[in-house]
């Protein structure tokens, strides 16, 4: 009978929340000893 049941999933991202994950992210691979020099960055996209 798995074949009759579903279900749906709702996600809401908060993109401010988002934003600043982001940041940190950044801030962090900037800070770190064994990034240094790399070329490295994180793009945020959407509405």
Avoid: C, T, W
Wanted: glycine letters at 6%; charged letters at 25%.
């Amino acid at each position: 009978m798995a074949g009759s049941n579903s279900f749906d999933v709702v996600s809401e991202v908060n993109m401010m929340e988002a934003s600043n994950a982001v940041q940190q992210a950044m801030k962090e691979i900037r800070q770190r000893f064994d990034f240094k020099g790399s070329v490295s960055d994180i793009n945020l996209e959407g509405d």
